[in-house]
């Protein structure tokens, strides 16, 4: 299984907000999670690097193998960190109003959780097809849900950016947990929405395909095509390549 993921500041912004971060645990079970902060005159980058540091400390000091028990830890663990980083914000003027978006993975012998808060994505790329795997908690996913505007009119819509799950600013933090079974030559992406705002899921799927770059490479792809289209915020993309080493059925 290879893992590679690149972070960038864009071209708009003063700093970058994201953290990404890729951990181990005593188990051999892998943990790779992408952070998008929000808020605060510094609070973002604040923020989304707690919540990455933190749950991955404490995901190397885990020893579980088993889906179950890692929707029980994860479920708990986001509950604690979103406590953590309301705490910090209060503690702190400059850090008022701070949050962060995630989206992680935990992969396993034969499955792969997927997990998510806000809309930074995951996404499955499988004998050619790109699928998007996690659900946007955002206003204008709610819009879309109900009818009221399509996927391309959400692209461009003013209130894009405005999110309705994080962790942190409110006290609820509920994340959205999926288990699905794990094949050769998979490749999950996990992104931050500077990724996917200016990318489309057509350019997403042509870099994933090529199979003369590495996951690196793709990584760097992917933040070079943001970038031409505007970079308009910070970008992260991570790649999990499954090799053929998953546990046969």
Known sequence: MDFAYRSDIGQQREENEDYVGVFKNKAGINFAIVADGIGGHQGGDVASEMAVSHMGYRFENT???????????????????????????????????????????????????MANIGDSRGYLYRDGALHQLTEDHSLVNELVKRGEISAEQARKHPQKNIITRTLGISPD?????????????????????????????????????DGNQTATEKCETLIKLA???????????????????????
């Open 173 to 209: 933090a509920d994340i959205d947990t999926n288990l699905f079974p794990m094949q050769p030559g998979d490749q999950l992406l996990l992104c931050s929405d500077g990724l996917t705002n200016m990318v489309s899921d057509d350019q997403l799927a042509t870099v994933l395909k």
């Open 63 to 113: 020893d579980f193998d088993q889906p179950d028990d890692a929707v029980k830890w994860l479920s708990a663990e986001v509950q604690d960190e979103n406590r953590h980083i309301i705490e910090k914000a209060q503690e702190f003027s400059d850090l008022k109003g701070m949050g962060t978006t995630m989206v992680a993975v935990i992969l396993f012998n034969e499955d792969f959780l």
């Open 227 to 249: 970038n031409a289209a505007g970079g308009l915020d910070n970008i992260t993309a991570l790649i999990v390549a499954v090799d053929g080493e998953v546990a046969a059925r």
